[in-house]
């Protein structure tokens, strides 16, 4: 019997070490012989405790009997603990009991250490609530019982009772009332009203997903059932909503790739892709989809929800045979892995022999072909790869049928209801879509039946699922073939391009008509030539004028579209974004100069952002445009060249504009002509310029045209520009600065959520640096390297600098992402649905995306009115 154990030297030495009344017992007992091998070969903990506790044995050789728990102090508690998970793992391990009754068993064990903790203490107005695995009579052997505690009043003595209660229980049970309101830091006991008062008021998604589990444990009956009344009715009384969804999945993949990062995550078993927790995420988040309105889905176990939701069609019959039997299989290893040595772990050992072992407890033996490691091996593989895949179409596969009126799981109203939690808020247009993918019989559509759900699934997890599959059917409709070729070849490039279309529609518009660069959207950093941000973009065009003008608009736009693609995926920082973009209309001004043909010396200067190199997608370009002609026939041909410069970039309307142009800072503002002499600018700077003008010169840098004169307006201007600020020109920015606060905001814009005229917000920040810069002569044309510099001259603290650079790049962020959704250039924070969008895009809610914004503008604006207006904030 020892040698065909799960491992014969373990439990021949634990064997060895009882006295030779127990192994006379063993001798006259065939069956608890058996026990005593089964549990001495598979835990090494158990082992010690045969050797140490002569009740051990007893408790063995009577398996059906549950010993009565009478507790006089915590010592009794734990030991009796003890011999109940022994008795539960020989029933376990000797095949007595399958799978649910062992996780009941521990579940019933919990509870009676808590009611007993209730009894030591003497309290008897409290209730313990389970939660987690074991509300849902799913608990481990070494799992956290994660509890709440309900009160009759809440008061401090009721409090205190809680708290030397769950400390006598975690002398036998690993205890973990963490998700109690307000977490580690909240009260300890709440009355029910208390708890649903929070519910109402401040809970988040996860909170409620966490009651599908909440079941009453110890303590007083009454509140325990109140509790379970009022969870109940918040849980199941008003619909699970598309944003509680998306911040419940959200906070899944980083639990996910937190768990794949940390020590042994290739082998944890609850929480990398195909673990447990995906086929528990899969039930429960159906469950909180049509809870609401079939009652018969309420229900904790995560086994009879897989049932009962294939019984009412909510999932594929065979999917959800699948996932239960893989479900059993990753909980069977994890109740292995944990036996053990009564640890708190959920990764597969790496070492060889207690691989082995692991895998003989399972009941996995050698064969010729095979070892019993390499069976395991590849049953977890096969059962990971199962969970993950059935995982990822669940929500979404049954809809497909639906639509496609064909042995149909969902009824009209529940693929409704589906789709609504999900996101996709008009079923009609999306089952008008995904007939339209999966049309035909062509190779094309059936690989789009075949990862539909996919990208469903996908979609449901960017800002606008709608607006993405609009957008994923229109890329379809210009070039199938290039689609399902992303999807086929390459997965995680479908996943990008679902992101993407579910982001800016307008992007992937763009991707359609330029159907080669579905294939860059792999997970690669964009670069430009040599990793240096400036495109290649645009070498010089044949044709007319228009034929120029044309390619000029399709290259830049297509050049946008890559940058915007690799700024939605995280493929590229903020600030390499705005220097890309810095780039891309750079080499348009050269092609526009180059349309213009002049004939007389020209030049465009670029200030502002396109002169830092720090563009956004909602900036102006500001130019300043320069000639050095000798006479009237010359002037006119810069006029001429200007004004050609200007339609090129600017166009006619909206459809055929490549940028907006502003030549009003030019020396002279609007009053003056568009195309200066280089004479006139440096005389006008030298004998009329206003302080704000030489503000706005500080930069200044050629970017097409003559190079030569270029430099020359800039070496004439640069000692003007920079000499010392007298008060009287500090007084004269300001007051110009404090105008434009009280003037220029847009009708309807709030002005405590504008981005860049907000309190504290772009033109705050960029403002008050420049100033800083040109008082101290420091040259640095980017906001952020200016801010460095400032506080490395003396001149920001290390609290001022962060602040500005925090303000700085969460509105730049913020507002290149809003323009990206929108479509077109965004200036303010939005409400409504449209912040729900925008915040989701951004990793985040609309009230937390809100609070950043106060947050950041607040401390930034402090540092302005210090260091800016000179006064005390």
């Known amino acids: 019997m020892i040698r065909a154990s799960a491992d014969p030297g373990r439990a021949g030495r634990t064997v060895s070490r009882l006295g030779p009344s127990p192994l006379a017992r063993l001798d006259e007992d065939p069956a608890l012989a058996a026990a005593v091998v089964a549990v001495a070969a598979a835990s090494g903990w158990v082992g010690r405790l045969l050797a140490s506790d002569p009740t051990s044995i007893d408790v063995l050789a009577d398996l059906d009997r549950r010993r009565t728990l009478v507790a006089g102090d915590a010592a009794a508690l734990t030991r009796w603990r003890r011999l109940e998970v022994l008795r539960i793992a020989a029933r376990d391990l000797t095949g007595i009991d399958p799978l649910e009754a062992t996780m009941a068993a521990l579940s019933?064990?919990?509870?009676?250490?808590?009611?007993?903790?209730?009894?030591?203490?003497?309290?008897?107005?409290?209730?313990?609530?389970?939660?987690?695995?074991?509300?849902?009579?799913?608990?481990?052997?070494?799992?956290?019982?994660?509890?709440?505690?309900v009160g009759r009043d809440g008061a401090e003595a009721e409090e205190e009772a809680a708290r030397r209660c769950l400390g006598v229980?975690?002398?036998?049970?690993?205890?973990?009332?963490?998700?109690?309101?307000?977490?580690?830091?909240?009260?300890?006991?709440?009355?029910?009203d208390g708890y649903r008062s929070h519910w109402e008021r401040w809970a988040e998604p996860w909170e409620r997903q966490a009651l599908l589990k909440a079941r009453f444990l110890a303590g007083d009956d009454e509140l325990g059932r109140a509790f379970e009344e009022a969870a109940a009715e918040h849980l199941w009384g008003r619909p699970f909503d598309a944003e509680a969804i998306h911040q419940v999945r959200t906070m899944k993949a980083r639990t996910e790739e937190r768990a794949r990062l940390a020590r042994g995550g290739a082998d944890e078993l609850k929480r990398t892709p195909g673990g447990i927790r995906d086929v528990e995420f899969s039930a429960q988040l159906l469950q909180l989809v049509h809870g609401p309105l079939d009652s018969s889905l309420r229900v904790r176990g995560t086994l009879p929800a897989l049932t009962l939701l294939a019984d009412g069609g909510?999932?594929?019959?065979?999917?959800?045979?699948?996932?239960?039997?893989?479900?059993?299989?990753?909980?069977?290893?994890?109740?292995?892995?944990?036996?053990?040595?009564?640890?708190?772990?959920?990764?597969?050992?790496?070492?060889?022999g207690e691989r082995d072992r692991l895998a003989r407890v399972l009941g996995l033996r050698d064969t010729p072909k095979s070892s019993a490691v390499e069976e395991l091996d590849r049953e977890l593989a096969a059962c990971r790869t199962t969970v993950r895949r059935i995982h990822e179409r669940v929500y979404f596969r049954p809809l497909l049928d639906a639509f496609g009126q064909h042995d149909a799981p969902l009824d009209e109203h529940a693929a409704a209801l589906r789709l609504a939690a999900f996101g996709f808020t008009d079923a009609e247009r999306t089952r008008q879509a995904v007939s339209?993918?999966?049309?035909?019989?062509?190779?094309?559509?059936?690989?789009?039946?075949?990862?539909?759900?996919?990208?469903?699934?996908?979609?449901?997890?960017?800002?606008?699922?709608?607006?993405?599959?609009?957008?994923?059917?229109?890329?379809?409709?210009?070039?199938?073939?290039?689609?399902?070729?992303?999807?086929?070849?390459?997965p995680e490039t479908a996943r990008r391009l679902c992101l993407l279309a579910g982001t800016s529609p307008q992007v992937a518009h763009v991707m359609g008509r330029e159907p080669d660069l579905l294939g860059r959207l792999g997970p690669t950093r964009h670069r430009g030539d040599q990793g240096h941000p400036r495109v290649p973009l645009l070498a010089p065009a044949r044709g007319d004028r228009d034929d120029r003008r044309l390619s000029l608009r399709r290259a830049a736009r297509r050049e946008v579209a890559q940058v915007a693609a690799a700024d939605v995926l995280d493929d590229l920082p903020?600030?390499?974004?705005?220097?890309?973009?810095?780039?891309?209309?750079?080499?348009?001004?050269?092609?526009?100069?180059?349309?213009?043909?002049?004939?007389?010396?020209?030049?465009?200067?670029?200030?502002?952002r396109a002169a830092g190199g720090e563009l956004s997608y909602a900036s102006d370009l500001d130019l300043l445009l320069v000639h050095d002609a000798a006479d009237d026939k010359g002037r006119e041909e810069a006029l001429r060249v200007g004004e050609v410069v200007r339609r090129v970039l600017q166009g006619t309307g909206p459809a055929d504009r490549i940028y907006d142009v502003d030549l009003d800072l030019r020396p002279g503002g609007r009053s003056a002509p568009p195309v200066r002499s280089r004479a006139s600018v440096v005389a006008h700077v030298e004998r009329w310029a206003e302080p704000w003008e030489r503000l706005a010169l500080t930069r200044l840098r050629p970017v097409a045209g003559d190079v030569a004169l270029?430099?020359?307006?800039?070496?004439?201007?640069?000692?003007?520009?920079?000499?010392?600020?007298?008060?009287?020109?500090?007084?004269?920015?300001?007051?110009?600065?404090?105008?434009?606060?009280?003037?220029?905001?847009?009708?309807?814009?709030?002005?405590?959520?504008?981005?860049?005229?907000?309190?504290?917000?772009?033109?705050?920040?960029?403002?008050?640096?420049?100033?800083?810069?040109?008082?101290?002569?420091?040259?640095?044309?980017?906001?952020?390297?200016?801010?460095?510099?400032?506080?490395?001259?003396?001149?920001?603290?290390?609290?001022?600098e962060a602040a500005l650079s925090d303000a700085h790049d969460s509105c730049e962020r913020i507002r290149n992402r809003q323009t990206l959704i929108a479509g077109r250039p965004r200036q303010a924070l939005p409400s409504g649905g449209e912040l729900v969008a925008l915040a989701r895009s951004l990793g985040t809610t609309g009230s937390g995306l809100r609070d950043v914004y106060q947050r950041t503008t607040r401390r930034a604006r402090r540092v302005v009115e210090r260091r800016f207006y000179g006064r005390s904030p």
């Open 574 to 608: 903020l600030q390499e974004v705005g220097a890309a973009l810095a780039a891309i209309a750079e080499a348009a001004v050269v092609e526009a100069v180059a349309i213009a043909g002049p004939q007389v010396p020209f030049a465009v200067l670029a200030l502002g």
């Open 436 to 490: 339209e993918l999966t049309r035909g019989l062509t190779r094309t559509s059936r690989l789009m039946v075949q990862t539909l759900p996919l990208l469903l699934d996908w979609l449901s997890r960017s800002p606008d699922p709608d607006g993405g599959l609009l957008a994923l059917r229109r890329l379809v409709d210009a070039d199938a073939r290039a689609v399902a070729a992303a999807c086929r070849d390459s």
């Open 314 to 352: 909510y999932i594929d019959p065979v999917d959800a045979g699948w996932l239960r039997a893989s479900y059993r299989f990753l909980r069977r290893v994890e109740h292995a892995v944990q036996l053990d040595e009564d640890r708190q772990t959920h990764v597969v050992p790496a070492g060889r």
């Open 710 to 800: 270029g430099r020359a307006v800039v070496d004439a201007l640069d000692p003007l520009v920079w000499q010392p600020l007298d008060d009287g020109a500090r007084r004269a920015i300001r007051r110009i600065k404090a105008r434009r606060e009280a003037e220029r905001l847009p009708a309807g814009d709030d002005v405590d959520f504008h981005l860049k005229l907000g309190r504290g917000a772009l033109s705050d920040v960029e403002l008050t640096v420049a100033l800083l810069l040109l008082e101290h002569g420091l040259r640095h044309p980017r906001t952020g390297e200016g801010i460095a510099a400032l506080r490395r001259a003396g001149h920001l603290s290390v609290e001022e």
């Open 108 to 149: 019933a064990m919990a509870a009676s250490v808590l009611d007993a903790a209730l009894g030591l203490v003497g309290s008897t107005g409290l209730a313990v609530v389970a939660m987690g695995k074991a509300g849902a009579n799913e608990l481990n052997y070494s799992s956290d019982v994660d509890v709440v505690v």
């Open 169 to 192: 229980a975690r002398s036998a049970l690993r205890i973990d009332a963490a998700l109690r309101p307000g977490g580690r830091n909240g009260r300890l006991v709440r009355t029910v």
